[in-house]
């Protein structure tokens, strides 16, 4: 597969797909795999492109396009930045797009390290918003503490690590879970989804992404010896689809730049891909000032419409301004018109291995007032 030969059909109007995974870690940190064993992953996998965010560490002459095999991966690089002197270092930021290290600016305040990361052309993300300690293994809380801030492009709403730390209150479960990958993702917590309601309440445009966290680690148990989900695992799971208003070329900086101008925009969704491919996902909105995408505002005058298209039927529920408006249960194509101003975002549910589970979750569409 050529990166710029996106399986889903040309959409013009709707945006050409890419699925891109935005938080990995390598041995420049504490990750375990090297950028290689990434990029073989992520060729594996069938991502488009792939962003490696190691801790306080940006590695030079990384980025561009690789080839694996018959395939070519996108490979970018950003950087995950914690205040190294905070204890076990709270408030992560996942800093995608720059171009170098800007690891010297987290001391303080983290809204130094949101306006520098923003100044540098980068976009500032809050990595795993809410995070739970584990005790036994010696994990801490990584939650975000520091909320007085502006001016950053949105929060990762799904963590997978984030997840499974928070489903093993034993090491047992850590073995079992180990074993049953596809057993830990049921979705985002819900207070990260009500703490980005509560965000998109006060007027902050935040757009949700969705990654794993992969480090590769090596689990041990008695005579048993494994990697704890190796990359491959996590690039068929949780990723963040973009959609672009122009096809992928195969040129490295061409395609960053668009790339990160739609994820700027906030056109994408998170899509747990590993039940089923969640593709085709598309959510928008029509009325008389044309056509609005997610991440962007429209104007609400006269008959206005929401659009949701699912790639098989699901549970689909709507959300505006953080309270369900309406689920329909085996949804494929809807069509909903809408009266009131306000944050419209779409969650879909589908059913696997035993369980309703997370399957996509919309960025919001923002209606205002003529
Ligand atoms: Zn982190
Ligand atoms: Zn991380």
Do not use: C
């Amino acid at each position: 597969m050529q990166p710029y030969e996106l399986s889903s059909p040309p959409d013009p109007m709707l945006g050409y797909e890419v699925r891109y995974h935005p938080h990995v870690h390598t041995r420049f940190s504490d990750g375990h795999g090297t950028y290689r064993d990434v990029l073989h992953a992520a060729a594996r996998a069938g991502l488009h492109a792939v962003e490696i965010t190691d801790h306080n560490v940006r590695p030079e002459g990384l980025a561009g396009y690789h080839s694996v095999g018959q395939h070519r991966v996108l490979l970018l690089v950003g950087e995950e930045i914690h205040d190294r002197t905070l204890l076990k270092g709270k408030n992560h930021l996942l800093a995608l797009g720059i171009r170098q290290d800007l690891s010297s600016l987290a001391e303080g305040h983290p809204q130094r390290l949101i306006n520098g990361v923003v100044d540098h052309g980068g976009l500032a993300f809050i990595a795993h918003p809410i995070d739970v300690a584990v005790p036994y293994a010696g994990e801490g809380d990584f939650s975000w503490r520091d909320w007085d801030i502006r001016g950053f492009h949105g929060i990762e709403l799904w963590n997978a690590m984030s997840e499974f730390k928070m489903r093993i209150p034993t090491p047992v479960h850590a073995l079992f879970y180990a074993f049953a990958f596809h057993r830990v993702a049921r979705g985002p917590f819900v207070d990260t989804l009500r703490l980005w309601d509560r965000l998109l309440q006060r007027g902050l445009r935040v757009t949700a992404i969705g990654g794993s966290d992969a480090h590769a680690l090596p689990a041990r148990l008695g005579p048993l010896r494994r990697t704890l989900f190796p990359y491959e695992w996590h690039f068929r799971a949780i990723n963040t689809h973009i959609l672009l208003s122009e096809p992928l070329r195969g040129d490295f900086d061409h395609d960053r730049a668009l790339l990160y101008r739609a994820l700027a925009q906030g056109r994408a969704f998170v899509g747990y891909d590993l039940p089923a491919a969640t593709e085709g996902f598309r959510f928008w909105v029509e009325g008389r000032a044309g056509v609005g995408h997610m991440g962007a505002p429209f104007p609400l005058k006269g008959e206005v419409t929401l659009h949701i298209r699912v790639p098989r039927p699901a549970r689909v529920t709507l959300i505006h301004d953080g309270t369900v408006v309406q689920s329909w249960q085996k949804a494929r194509r809807l069509q909903v018109p809408v009266h009131r101003p306000g944050v419209y975002r779409v969650e879909v549910y589908l059913w696997a291995w035993g369980r309703w589970r997370g399957w996509i979750f919309s960025n919001p569409v923002y209606l205002h007032p003529t």
